[in-house]
């Protein structure tokens, strides 16, 4: 502390401008990166630590020409559909998106292939198959003939033929995936630390080349968007239109995530201006805390531009919970500043400052450390957006630490508050009520905080992690409404694909064994289990086989639309005069399907060359009882037992299984970050206080701080998701706050004259104002997140709110009860 109390009264305090310079200079440097501070909402940002599921679906998706970049447009007319006025405006709609520069092409009622043709057969396809577009199809027999089809309905078209999809195709550029496949490489061989000198320098190249063109490629997305937009906004008179697809919901997360910076930065900073303004009376005091806070987030968010570190859906909080934590530790400092002012009276400013400093510096760092420790567990949690918000947070709050003791020194020394009456007052500050309620009502804060505990456990019993993506945003936003409509009319929203892996070759078979050997000829009969193994999927076992597939995907409750090999050859039979196909028919479907239609209906669902067959599968959100883990398990099992497939066969990608490898992980996260946190505070508890008493009985009510929030989460029905998992950690990393400082107070005023229930009153009039202040500021401040369209952002703020509303009435109740039962200072002088 010798060493502290010599570095400002040497260095610090007699030269409070020059240190303010020398800052001014680190945040002219932070500015210099602003331009680089930027926003992720990409599938990279919301997947698992070290899950290859990402990478499987974009190669699933490019072996089989597939790919999730479009928009999907629902229309339904106000009027009929099927009529000549219906399909024109239809049509004009379809012209204008697909005159987009950024649009490759659209998909409609209007362009696919129509199968009504009486004179349609295998022979004719190629000059039979008729559109809406190039040919004269009455609207009526249109509108049959593609309810009739099995690939139609519930994708392009409702079963009721009121709401039809046009799909905007936004084709992702070949040089994206170079950029990508090079970083990739790059980074695999840096992580095994195979990577030499040259390549470290390649993969820096490669990442900001790739994260240049991703930025340029999201701009141009997010224009495009907004003219489609502009576009949709003049049929909306004519029909209800809602605009969906992948790339929306990435821009519309984004926008989101900008929102919740400006809102809630905006937000906080203003209600902390009142805050400040109403509890203290003061304009230095209102000033300095506000320029403590304004300097953290601007060197946090240079700092993150110079690192390229982009900020995510979770870590967009970041900005709120800087201001909160930064005004947090100067309301500490302000409130012993007056205590001393109000001791000392005619003492120099600078003598009065250099007290505070010496008296706060110890515990304001250790409730900085915890905190740390706190947000810093959260890197255990194996998800990439919840490990990144844990670093982003402990650095922040570093700086946080260092500005307060740094930088809200100098303004102090060069605008000294003046004395007000409010410090000179002698009355006693509303805190000490809780200190009466705790002396006269002691047993009762035992006997309710035992029911607490006990009622939070059944609670935390009742938690899941089951979460719809849906739930995720308000009724209210474009991403909620499109789903729905998509959802209930057009077959299902969150993609599922299955990926068959055909039979390996017999040992005995060779590219010379011949076919007939068996005695059945495989080109003109189903030759069941004597079929001689062929290198192709097409043929008539393998065909019934993963017709069983489809049927069976198709059967379960929690899918809509399923495509595969099985629906062509529905198409195909319809064309075949309604018959199926026969083995030799099957072993020419390749030569049978017209080349333009080759990548509709054949290599979306198999891949000759990689022995694979796919099934698209959408998965119904909106269904209450689905459980996407039961699923994905259900489903790989009738595969592996009742098809006889082997595991390894077997593959499950797309954006169901990495959120559902995402809700996995957090309940099993949630035990991990909770037991690191208390595990971290104990220590800090024994190194500070030298006692394991002090140590158990300050963790007491943080624990069920944290465990209120988690236990009415349970009791509420509230699912974990990938903000909520955060609350129950930083609460007990915030909540300690209040328990160091009143300890420590405690300890300091009880050697006066080692009373607990005198020491107690002191400490509530004194130190538990500022705990009152500044749980005040975050449960307020953390109110701001309501104002959110992301739905779990909006429960993070509310059930932190209420875990330090409960880590107050536990510090200022429970806590203290707990010192003077126990007595972990030593026996009072009257004992």
């Not at 292939?113 to 190629?126: C, G, I, K, W």
């Amino acid at each position: 502390m010798d060493r502290f109390r010599a570095l400002y009264d040497r260095l610090i305090l007699p030269n409070p401008a020059w240190v303010l310079v020398v800052f001014g200079l680190l945040l002219a440097l932070a500015a210099v990166k602003f331009g680089q501070f930027r926003l992720d909402a990409s599938a990279e940002s919301l997947v698992l630590e070290n899950d290859r599921s990402l990478e499987q679906y974009r190669a699933v998706n490019r072996r089989f020409t597939t790919s999730d970049d479009f928009l999907i447009v629902t229309y339904s007319p106000r009027d009929e559909l099927f009529s000549e006025p219906g399909l024109a405006d239809l049509r004009a709609l379809r012209d204008e998106l697909q005159a987009l520069e950024a649009v490759g092409s659209t998909n409609s009622i209007l362009n696919v292939p129509l199968l009504h043709s009486e004179a349609l057969t295998l022979d004719t396809v190629d000059t039979e198959i008729k559109t809406l577009d190039q040919d004269d199809v009455p609207p009526d027999t249109a509108r049959q003939a593609l309810l009739d089809n099995p690939l139609y309905p519930n994708l392009l078209i409702s079963e009721d033929a009121r709401t039809t999809a046009i799909q905007v195709n936004l084709p992702t550029p070949e040089r994206y995936f170079e950029l990508l496949g090079e970083r990739n490489r790059l980074r695999d061989k840096a992580a095994a630390g195979e990577a030499s000198d040259a390549e470290l320098a390649q993969l820096e190249t490669a990442s900001d080349a790739f994260i240049r063109y991703s930025e340029r490629l999201g701009e141009e997305r997010d224009a495009t968007i907004d003219t489609v937009r502009a576009i949709l906004e003049r049929y909306r008179d004519r029909a209800e239109i809602h605009l969906g697809g992948v790339p929306m919901i990435v821009s519309d997360m984004i926008r989101f995530i900008q929102n919740d910076l400006s809102t809630f930065g905006l937000g906080v900073l203003v209600f902390l201006v009142l805050t400040l303004a109403i509890i203290f009376r003061q304009w230095r005091w209102v000033l300095i805390p506000m320029l403590c806070c304004g300097f953290t987030v601007w060197l946090m968010v240079g700092f993150l531009g110079w690192a390229k570190w982009p900020v995510t859906v979770i870590s967009a909080n970041f900005v709120a919970l800087l201001l909160i934590m930064t005004l947090s530790l100067t309301i500490h400092l302000i409130v012993r500043y007056r205590e001393f002012q109000h001791d000392q009276p005619d003492a120099e400013p600078r003598a009065i400052l250099s007290q505070t400093l010496m008296a706060m510096i110890k515990p304001c760092f250790y409730m900085a450390i915890t905190t740390m420790v706190a947000f810093g567990s959260l890197t255990f949690s194996g998800i990439r957006p919840v490990i990144d918000f844990g670093w982003m947070m402990t650095l922040g709050l570093t700086v946080a630490f260092l500005i307060t003791f740094l930088v809200f020194p100098c303004l102090i020394a060069l605008l000294p508050p003046p004395l007000d009456a409010r410090v000179t007052s002698d009355r006693v500050p509303f805190t000490d009520a809780f200190a009466r309620f705790t002396e006269r009502f002691g047993t009762t804060v035992l006997v309710v905080s035992a029911i607490i505990a006990v009622l939070c456990a059944m609670g935390v019993s009742r938690l899941t992690v089951e979460n719809s993506f849906i739930d995720y945003f308000k009724e209210s936003t474009e991403i909620h409404q499109g789903m729905i409509t998509i959802d209930d009319r057009l077959g299902g929203t969150t993609p599922l694909d299955v990926v068959i892996t055909d039979d390996p070759a017999p040992e005995s078979a060779t590219g010379d064994s011949d076919p007939f050997a068996s005695g059945c000829d495989p080109f003109l009969d189903d030759c069941g289990e004597a079929e001689t193994y062929r290198d192709t999927w097409y043929t008539y076992q393998k065909m019934r086989k993963l017709g069983q597939v489809h049927a069976y995907l198709d059967s379960l409750p929690e899918t809509g639309k399923v495509l595969s090999i099985d629906t062509t050859l529905e198409i195909l039979a319809q064309i075949n005069q309604g018959e199926r196909l026969d083995a030799l028919e099957l072993a020419f479907v390749p030569a049978a399907v017209p080349d333009d239609l080759q990548d509709v209906l054949l290599t979306p669902y198999i891949s000759e060359e990689h022995n694979q067959a796919r099934f698209s599968v959408r998965i119904l959100e909106t269904m209450p009882e689905l459980r996407r883990e039961a699923l994905l398990n259900r489903i790989h099992e009738h595969l592996t037992t009742e098809l006889g497939y082997e595991p390894d066969q077997v593959l499950f990608t797309g954006m169901t299984v990495m959120y559902n490898n995402m809700l996995q992980s957090l309940f099993d996260s949630q035990i991990k970050t909770i037991g690191v946190v208390f595990l971290a505070i104990m220590a800090m508890f024994l190194l500070l206080f030298r006692s394991l008493k002090l140590a158990l009985i300050g963790i007491a009510p943080n624990v069920i701080a944290a465990g209120s929030v988690l236990g009415l989460m349970g009791w509420l029905g509230i699912p974990l998701d990938m903000m909520t998992i955060t609350v129950a950690a930083i609460t007990v990393g915030i909540a300690v706050d209040d328990t160091i400082h009143y300890i420590h107070r405690f300890k300091t005023e009880f050697s006066k004259d080692r009373d607990y229930l005198a020491t107690m009153h002191r400490c509530h009039r004194s130190i538990g104002q500022a705990m009152f202040y500044t749980s005040l500021t975050i449960v307020a401040g953390f109110s701001i997140l309501v104002l959110s369209n992301f739905i779990p952002t909006i429960y993070f703020g509310l059930f932190t709110g209420f875990a330090m509303f409960m880590a107050l009435l536990g510090a200022l109740t429970l806590l203290p009860r707990l010192i003077v039962m126990i007595k972990p200072f030593g026996p009072t002088d009257t004992d």
